[in-house]
């Protein structure tokens, strides 16, 4: 980007502004999404001078990750046919493929090979350009510190990253401007691990023109000052720039047109060559890799802090030492093609870095992070895109904690479902200019009405809200009232429809099939049965609510919400209570002709989630997300719907702010809270079966299970030994078989198995017990008990957490006659659907044996002998222990009492 020019460089920005202007597809990684937020014990490795650093460009868009092409179709080019550069990468070196090659910024397959070569070249420092907040530079960046460098297969852990702030090669901008820009770099990235620190100071570079002189270091001297926190500032040079005052933290020079620029103490730059792809340019700096070793050889043998490669990828300047090939335009078949009297060079710069740089400081860093957590539905393909949704945001130091969250958290967009300022900012242009300044200016802010801006007033109103965060999405219909989306643009996998019910829309009071409404409801029937003839996912969003387990009632109406689950409506996304919660998967059916309000009709639920997934196609799950700063409210643990949701936070549950991520493809909508502040967490995923779709084999919901045992609603209370019942249901879902041999003698024909499941200390919940089938000696019994009804704190639960222990009691048997290599206690695995066996380990203390294991979907089991023992609080080891289960929250593992049978009492 860096012609010493201002033509060229103001050509170049207005080609990334507008760039900007396109919404760009997040490619996040389905496990780097868990992984970004774990936080290391020990502080992030940070490299010591000097500083081997390359300035990196991630401003390339191509179709199939962006839906565009950017940063290669300059100067009238048209790609793949022909781009602005005189080479191509050479991402496969088998082959000569531009639409492939021209490679898009946040491709993380791309992202993976430039890591892997950075290391290959050890080079310790990107700087990457930034033109911004909230436009493609910064976005990109984004997605590569906040997701990509965080993944636990990330080839180059240890490399660091700056930004090289652009803003100055088109004006002077004042010092408070470049405060503000400071401050949103503090805020989004300076305490990502992966970015670069000298001395506790995040490191920024400073790109000048050559009109810029000692002005621009009193302006960064004042902008320093005026942040709220101070950088490392790195000053391009200018003339008699080693005498000004103040001075920066250091200087560097960037020259591609100059082989080697030597700036020491403060810097060392080399470049492989300059030719700037327009017409009829000669190079500037033609290649030449023995005058590129010998400048190199120079830079490694300086004294300087800063020894910089200019650059890593600026094809089209022509400067780039990522591994590529020259190309030539033929005007026969009007393409550009590979240049065979031209000077390859491949990977030629890189393995002279790699020969001359001193090795790694501290290596890649490759293997050292923790392996990813396991996730709802295993493996999934690459999402296409992320959105973000929440609602009910005002503008507070929780408002402010949420929206810094979002901004850096590389979505494509975000949903505003309601209630924005409640007046906390106004009016609503200021309000408007709060969110920006978190999010970025062009990031895709899309409102939507809630109850406190519906009319004008002094929460402000949502038709001013709406023309200063307008809509960048390319809606139809009423933007922030009624209105629709199909999304990505040019190849949609999603439809997004936004409501207004029960709110008022311009002086009108407003509602969707309530008491026989037509227009608004026939409106929404339409454009869901379009999607579903297309094939698109459905998601529905909106403000107010009908079944919750906070202190709303049904404002949208029933009818409304019929259907919606009627027309099976993947999601249905809300705010209004201040408070998360999610649903099972709801549909109607004969035995469920409407979902029942102020009730719970278990016939309306079918999908609990186990292991928290959801087949598709199969019903709607409610989301309820209003967290983004608005004081959280109680959940109410016993409202009459509370059955129907499997997962919820509020002020007395965990309390946390933030919002809900989702990332999309074909195949799975993968869900997971971000809190800013509090660290409550749900996931889920919602997957196609493969018989619909065969690209989705190996992401299809869990098989239909064998059979289960429905718990009743008993009450258990802690310590308290209480009778229960449970029936048989065969064609439930998520059974899990235990079978247990045991060797001839063992047992006798009156001996009994019970299974037990224990209530935690602080709630109380339901227990499931069956009276197996006698066991036979030499015999096989298969014993069928539930995974997914168990009701804790009168909620019905469906997410068991490890680890667990099932007990099996029986009598009329000495453990101590028995050789426990006889005795052979086999698991079945839902995960992997396999069968597995566990050793068992004798305890002649406690007379038993014990086995557990501790892994997703296993069941550790105890066997105890002997005859019913009083009940006791604390029993020793395998003594008297039932079937425990950390059952309440997926969020976090609760302690339980320990329950023992006492004759047929529990």
């Known amino acids: 980007m860096k012609v010493q020019t201002k033509e060229s460089t103001l050509y170049r920005f207005l080609l990334i502004c507008c760039a900007s202007l396109v919404l760009v597809i997040a490619l996040p990684s389905f496990i780097g999404r868990v992984t970004a937020s774990t936080i290391s014990a020990e502080p992030a490795f940070q490299p010591s001078a000097p500083f081997y650093a390359t300035f990196y460009y991630p401003w390339y868009q191509s179709p199939a990750s962006d839906g565009r092409w950017g940063g290669w179709e300059g100067h009238e080019n048209h790609p793949p046919a022909t781009w602005f550069s005189h080479y191509l990468p050479d991402i496969e070196t088998t082959q000569f493929d531009p639409a492939q090659e021209l490679y898009s910024s946040r491709d993380p397959a791309v992202l993976y090979w430039q890591l892997r070569k950075m290391a290959e070249a050890r080079i310790e420092v990107a700087i990457s350009s930034w033109w911004g907040a909230g436009g493609q530079t910064d976005q990109a960046f984004a997605f590569m510190l906040g997701d990509v460098m965080q993944r636990p297969d990330n080839p180059y852990p240890n490399l660091r990253w700056a930004l090289y702030y652009e803003a100055e090669s088109t004006g002077d901008p004042t010092p408070q401007a470049i405060a503000n820009d400071l401050n949103y770099i503090a805020t989004h990235y300076a305490d990502e691990s992966a970015y670069l620190q000298i001395d506790g100071k995040p490191v920024i570079f400073v790109y000048a023109d050559n009109t810029d002189d000692a002005a621009l270091t009193q302006r960064w001297h004042e902008a320093n000052q005026l942040a709220g926190r101070p950088f490392y500032v790195v000053l391009k040079v200018f003339a008699n720039y080693r005498n000004v005052t103040p001075q920066p933290d250091s200087w560097h020079q960037y020259a591609p047109a100059v082989r ?36 190199v050889e120079a830079m490694v043998a300086s004294n300087a802090t800063w020894k910089l490669i200019t650059t890593w990828n600026e094809w089209g300047e022509g400067t780039a030492v990522e591994p590529g090939d020259p190309v030539v335009f033929n005007p026969a078949t009007g393409r550009e093609e590979y240049d065979a009297s031209g000077a390859p060079f491949q990977n030629g710069y890189i393995s002279v870095l790699a020969e001359l740089l001193p090795p790694l400081e501290n290596g890649t860093g490759e293997g050292g992070a923790p392996p990813p957590t396991p996730l709802p539905g295993g493996t999934l393909p690459p999402p296409a895109f992320s959105f973000a949704a929440g609602g009910d945001h005002g503008g507070n130091d929780r408002t402010t904690a949420t929206l810094g969250r979002l901004g850096k958290s590389g979505v494509d967009f975000y949903l505003a479902l309601g209630d924005m300022s409640y007046s906390d900012i106004t009016p609503e242009s200021a309000w408007c200019a709060y969110v920006k ?60 429809i936004l409501i207004d019910p029960a709110l008022d829309r311009t002086g ?37 609510n009908c079944i919750t387990m906070g202190e709303k009632s049904c404002e949208i109406g029933q009818e409304l919400l019929d259907v919606l689950v009627s027309k099976k409506v993947d999601l249905i996304l809300q705010g209004h209570e201040h408070l998360y919660e999610r649903s099972r998967q709801l549909a109607l059916n004969a035995n469920c002709p409407t979902i029942a309000v102020n009730a719970y009709d278990a016939d309306c639920v079918v999908a609990a989630g186990a292991g928290n997934r959801f087949p598709r196609g199969a019903g709607s799950l409610i989301v309820v997300a209003g967290t983004m700063g608005a004081k959280l409210r109680d959940v109410a643990l016993n409202d009459p719907e509370q059955p129907y949701f499997a997962a919820w936070m509020g002020a007395n549950e965990q309390p946390s702010y933030g919002f809900v991520r989702y990332t999309v493809s074909a195949c799975a909508i993968y869900a997971e809270t971000e809190a800013a502040i509090g660290d409550y967490r749900d996931e889920f995923v919602i997957v196609t079966a493969a018989e619909t779709n065969p690209a989705c084999t190996g992401v299809s919901a869990p098989p239909p299970a064998q059979g289960n045992l429905i718990s009743t609603m008993a009450q258990l209370t802690p310590s308290i030994p209480t009778t229960l019942t449970a029936t048989a249901s065969m064609g439930s879902v998520s059974s899990v078989t235990i079978a247990l041999l045991f060797p001839s003698g063992a047992v006798t024909e009156s001996t009994t198995v019970t299974l037990t499941v224990t209530a935690p200390a602080a709630t109380m919940a339901t227990s499931a017990g069956q009276e197996a089938p006698t066991l036979q000696e030499s015999g096989l019994t298969n014993l069928q008990f539930t995974v997914d009804a168990i009701t804790a704190g009168g909620v019905t639960q469906t997410q068991f957490m490890l680890p667990y222990t099932i007990t099996v009691h029986y009598t009329d048997a000495n453990v101590s006659d028995i050789d426990e290599q006889k005795l052979a206690l086999r698991i079945y695995h839902p995960t992997v659907q396999v069968w597995a066996a566990i050793e068992t380990q004798p305890d002649p203390v406690n007379n038993c044996l014990s086995a557990a294991v501790d892994r997703p979907g296993a069941f550790g089991i105890t066997v105890v002998a002997g005859a019913s023992q009083p009940f006791v609080t604390h029993p020793p080891p395998c003594s008297g222990r039932g079937m425990q289960l950390f059952l309440p929250s997926i969020y976090s593992l609760h302690a339980f009492q320990k329950y023992q049978r006492i004759g047929s009492e529990w």
């Open 437 to 496: 300044n978190q999010v970025g200016p062009a990031f895709p802010f899309e409102v939507l009405a809630g109850n406190h801006e519906d009319q004008a007033g002094e929460n402000g109103f949502i038709d001013e809200f709406a023309q200063c965060l307008p809509d960048r999405l390319g809606v139809q219909g009423i933007y922030a009232h009624r209105y629709f989306f199909d999304y990505p643009g040019n190849a949609p996998l999603a439809r997004f």
């Open 260 to 295: 080697a620029s030597d700036q020491s103490p403060y810097s060392f730059g080399v470049s492989p060559g300059f030719w700037l792809d327009t017409a009829n340019t000669a190079p500037k700096l033609p290649r030449n890799p023995a005058e590129f070793r010998a400048a």
């Open 508 to 544: 009108t009071r407003v509602e969707f099939c309530k008491k026989g409404e037509v227009e608004n409801c026939d409106w929404l029937k339409a454009r869901i049965d379009e999607a579903h003839a297309q094939g698109l996912w459905v998601i529905v969003g909106m403000h107010k």
